[in-house]
């Protein structure tokens, strides 16, 4: 059974993998894999975000890592892209953050980053989990006088807090009345400081987790959330993050939600404006919206497209030297700055552009006409190959023909749940939903 998914280990809390023994033995793994012979060998970061179960896998985990002689630092409650950059910044072997991002609670993970903060390689987590798995030789336990010690660090929020301020040259955003829903998650307490400091006047909410709440009617998943806060309190945008705060998704002062797509584009345009859009390009993903590239593309910036997961949009930025990316689902990477989805630097990159432009978001947004879309999800027992399903790919051939460059259809199974994901963009909305009820019934045929 493989454990690692297209962002690392994820389940139900208490049923494999996501159990206190797993964790164990996965401290022992990490360990074994990434020690290195660096002055900060044995040092690991751990972070967490607010789930109730993170306190079981914190101190499995702990216990894993002690064990084989490496000394954990954790600094608690931290957004996922704090712990990579203090990984990074701390010449640490490894980080490890505890979450399920946008999952509700019943869920929780763990994510990965080796010691230059990006998540790791397919082969060292395949190593990883045979060791996990037992199809590795177990290491020798180390001596009494070499187990490792756990620490707290008091001061990580501090050194996030500067680091997010400074890639945005400390921006003052006095004037400025920005709604902020924090999910109940992992940025409850550091994204309405970092706003505060910086002079805007922060109506929140999300900001008291009680570790069950999370993700719970509010946050990255339910913006209409902030929305609704934004026009009681004649606010200039609103910003939503998830569980760990890795996405975030806008608001603008109408209280409409500004599609992911829209974010690319106008931050992509802003890098370009300044210089910074290296190559000229922005990579997303196969999700992203046609008109995205229709517009890019009158402004002279090319898309490249990727597989679905901000891993995928990293690797590319990597291997081919380009500077922004994202999902439309809220992970935007500004790989000048940091080596994954960071929701607090995204929402200061665009707080910026506006007080640089002196545009409010929904003007900086205008820029691209989307073509009707639909995203089903849909719940499944189980995950056949799409290619073992007659009926379902007679039907994308049919639409692949049917459609030509007027719209396309992307079906694909979630990584992480057992559900199915049907998109379909259309210049018409009644092909729109015509093909979606059509994919749907194949699918409930076929798969139940």
């Known amino acids: 059974m493989k454990l690692f998914g297209t962002d690392g280990i994820r389940g139900r809390v208490n049923e494999f993998p996501?159990?206190?023994?797993?964790?164990?033995?996965?401290?022992?793994?990490?360990?074994?894999?990434?020690?290195?012979?660096?002055p900060n060998r044995n040092r690991v970061?751990?972070?967490?975000?607010?789930?109730?179960s993170g306190y079981m896998l914190e101190t499995?985990?702990?216990?894993?890592?002690?064990s084989m002689g490496m000394d954990v630092f954790m600094v608690g409650p931290l957004p996922t892209p704090a712990v990579a950059h203090l990984t990074k910044s701390m010449g640490a072997a490894a980080g490890i953050m505890i979450t399920a991002s946008h999952n509700p609670y019943e869920d929780n993970g763990i994510k990965i980053f080796g010691p230059d903060g990006y998540k790791l390689s397919d082969d060292l987590e395949n190593l990883i989990e045979r060791h996990i798995m037992g199809d590795e030789p177990e290491a020798a336990a180390v001596p009494p006088r070499q187990i490792g010690k756990a620490h707290r660090i008091d001061d990580a929020?501090?050194?996030?807090?500067?680091?997010?301020?400074?890639?945005?040259?400390n921006i003052p955003l006095h004037g400025l009345k920005i709604v902020v829903d924090c999910g109940h998650g992992a940025a409850y307490f550091i994204a309405p400081l970092i706003f505060k400091e910086l002079g805007a006047e922060v109506i929140t909410t999300g900001i008291h987790p009680d570790g069950i709440n999370i993700n719970s009617g509010c946050g990255a998943l339910y913006p209409e959330t902030a929305g609704e806060l934004v026009r009681k309190h004649n606010a200039d945008l609103?910003?939503?993050?998830?569980?760990?705060?890795?996405?975030?998704?806008?608001?603008?002062?109408?209280?409409?939600?500004?599609?992911?797509?829209?974010?690319?584009?106008?931050?992509?345009?802003?890098?370009?404006?300044?210089?910074?859009?290296?190559?000229?390009?922005?990579?997303?993903?196969?999700?992203?919206?046609?008109?995205?590239?229709?517009?890019?593309?009158?402004?002279?910036?090319?898309?490249?497209t990727t597989a679905v997961g901000d891993r995928a949009v990293i690797e590319c930025m990597r291997k081919n030297g380009y500077s922004f990316g994202g999902e439309n689902s809220g992970?935007?990477?500004?790989?000048?700055?940091?080596?994954?989805?960071?929701?607090?630097?995204?929402?200061?990159q665009v707080l910026r552009l506006m007080r640089g432009r002196n545009a409010t978001l929904a003007q900086l947004a205008a820029i691209m006409h989307e073509y009707p879309t639909h995203l089903a999800n849909m719940p499944v027992p189980s995950k056949p190959s799409l290619d073992s399903l007659p009926k379902l790919q007679k039907l994308m051939k049919d639409a692949t023909a049917e459609f030509g460059?007027?719209?396309?259809?992307?079906?694909?199974?979630?990584?992480?749940?057992?559900?199915?994901?049907?998109?379909?963009?259309?210049?018409?909305l009644a092909e729109v939903n015509a093909w979606?009820?059509?994919f749907s019934s194949a699918i409930h045929e076929e798969i139940g």
């Open 157 to 169: 929020r501090g050194r996030y807090i500067e680091f997010a301020k400074h890639t945005a040259d």
């Open 331 to 348: 992970h935007l990477i500004f790989g000048d700055y940091v080596t994954t989805g960071d929701g607090i630097l995204s929402a200061l």
């Open 18 to 38: 996501i159990t206190a023994e797993v964790a164990l033995r996965m401290g022992k793994a990490v360990a074994n894999v990434l020690r290195t012979s660096g």
């Open 405 to 428: 460059d007027s719209g396309r259809h992307l079906i694909r199974y979630s990584g992480t749940e057992n559900k199915i994901r049907v998109l379909v963009e259309h210049r018409e």
């Open 45 to 52: 970061l751990v972070g967490k975000d607010t789930r109730i």
């Open 238 to 304: 609103g910003i939503s993050f998830d569980g760990d705060a890795d996405r975030v998704i806008f608001t603008d002062a109408n209280g409409q939600v500004v599609s992911g797509d829209r974010i690319l584009g106008l931050c992509a345009l802003g890098l370009k404006e300044q210089g910074k859009l290296k190559h000229d390009t922005l990579v997303a993903t196969v999700m992203s919206n046609l008109g995205l590239i229709e517009a890019m593309k009158q402004h002279g910036i090319k898309v490249e």
């Open 60 to 66: 499995a985990l702990t216990s894993g890592l002690v």
């Open 436 to 438: 979606v009820a059509r």
